[in-house]
Nanobody
């Protein structure tokens, strides 16, 4: 199992920003995604990025506020989160797979441990 390690979570006021990082050790995957899960809710898709970084997809509730990017030389994927809202509070987890876009969490083979993002009002 290739570990994915997230960092960058924390507590921020509404309207603030955070940048999450996801570092993969040992290999580079073709596709990465970020998911999140709030207490009492199902895990939901947030954003996806392809190998080249050209293809990105976002869930509607983060479009225009979040940006996913990657640095293949560092085997790292980022999620820049701006204009954060209290409803963005969740555990954010990165996932990787060998394949093209999908927003289905069951199609991702590798997962990080998650990082907590808390947005206060």
């Amino acid at each position: 199992q290739v570990p994915l390690v997230e960092s960058g979570g924390g507590l921020v006021q509404a309207g603030g920003s955070l940048r999450l990082s996801c570092a993969a050790s040992g290999r580079t995957f073709s596709s990465y995604a970020w998911f999140r899960q709030a207490p009492g809710k199902e895990r939901e898709f947030v954003a996806f990025i392809s190998w080249s970084g050209v293809n990105t997809f976002y869930e509607d509730f983060v479009k225009g506020r979040f940006t996913i990017s990657r640095d293949n030389a560092k085997n790292t994927v980022y999620l820049q989160m701006n204009s954060l809202k209290p409803e963005d509070t969740a555990v954010y987890t990165c996932a990787a797979r060998v394949g093209s876009f999908t927003d289905s969490s069951s199609m991702y083979q590798y997962w990080g441990q998650g990082t907590q993002v808390t947005v206060s009002s």
